[in-house]
């Protein structure tokens, strides 16, 4: 139901969006007519109400609690609205790292690794002060739909994110590098390359093809071997792009893909168990629907 609100709060121009395409204010209204979704349109004002009703809804019903720590790893997504298109071509990839090398100054964060796919985006944070998380991620979102309506001439259009980001908490070791490699081959398991090397806006093209990045690479904290066990590039290679047709892989693919759906810390039970605790997110793992009710058995 909080999702249903969430979508329709959104002007409808947004839901008719198709993923591959662009489409102007003058597609939808015939010269001469005023456009509805404008600031002064006439069905502003009840989309700002369904809005607003979302918003009221989703703290009566509450969410699960985000931290915002810092010294803490974090795996970080956001999609574009209903799905559609965040870039549509180099040029709208290139002006999403510019924002990032801009937002680096302004908050100052070790971005570990990244995978811009063409409607949604994964980064691995790792912040240094309480607070620097959320004001990153918040920049770097406001400052690209702008920049996006203003490019695309599409100001007044809504939202271009689905809506907040998700993030959740990392362990160390071994589930570090499950995420990690999560990020990085994110391309090649959509199978738009065939190697997770080759997709041209991640941090694992940034680390092999440095020269290659017109500066890409400069925005990554640390090189390819930081925060990996590997011995050489070559060995870092073969790890990111091997074994995605093992079962133990695909279950940990899995896993990773619940604690981006609920917020859940992802590490070893006995971690995951006393991050849930001491930073309050029962939340994250609680089934978020109401139990069924049990009939009571006749004769009890």
């Known amino acids: 139901m909080r999702d249903l609100f969430s979508r329709f709060g959104s002007p409808l121009v947004t839901a008719?969006?198709?993923?591959?395409?662009?489409?102007?204010?003058g597609f939808w209204f015939k010269k001469g007519v005023r456009n509805p979704f404008s600031e002064k349109g006439f069905l502003t004002p009840f989309f700002s109400y369904l809005s607003l009703i979302s918003a009221e809804y989703a703290v009566m019903m509450g969410r699960p609690l985000r931290t915002d720590l810092g010294d803490m790893f974090y795996h970080v997504i956001n999609r574009g609205n209903f799905r559609s298109l965040l870039f549509a071509n180099d040029s709208e990839y290139s002006d999403f790292i510019n924002i990032l090398s801009e937002a680096l100054v302004i908050t100052p964060m070790r971005i570990v690794a990244y995978c811009l796919m063409p409607n949604h985006w994964h980064m691995i944070l790792h912040p240094t002060n309480d607070g620097d998380?959320?004001?990153?991620?918040?920049?770097?979102?406001?400052?690209?739909?702008?920049?996006?309506?203003?490019?695309?001439?599409?100001?007044?259009?809504?939202?271009?994110?689905?809506?907040?980001?998700?993030?959740?908490?990392?362990?160390n070791d071994v589930y570090f590098n499950n995420v990690f490699r999560y990020v990085e081959a994110n391309a090649k398991r959509a199978k738009m390359v065939d190697r997770a090397e080759l997709w041209p806006w991640s941090s694992a093209y940034a680390r092999i093809h440095a020269e290659a990045t017109g500066g890409q690479d400069r925005i990554l904290k640390g090189s390819w071997n930081s925060y990996l066990d590997a011995k050489n590039p070559k060995e870092y290679l073969d790890w990111l792009n091997g074994g995605w047709g093992d079962g133990a892989v695909t279950d940990e693919i899995e896993n990773i893909r619940k604690s981006v759906q609920r917020g859940r810390p992802y590490g070893s039970e006995a971690w995951m168990a006393a991050a849930i605790e001491r930073f309050s997110l029962e939340g994250t793992i609680r089934d978020p629907w109401r139990p069924k009710k049990v009939s009571p058995q006749k004769g009890s």
């Open 16 to 25: 008719f969006r198709k993923p591959k395409t662009r489409l102007s204010a």
């Open 133 to 171: 998380l959320s004001k990153f991620i918040r920049w770097i979102t406001l400052t690209h739909t702008q920049r996006y309506h203003a490019k695309t001439k599409t100001v007044g259009h809504g939202h271009i994110y689905q809506g907040r980001y998700k993030s959740f908490l990392i362990g």
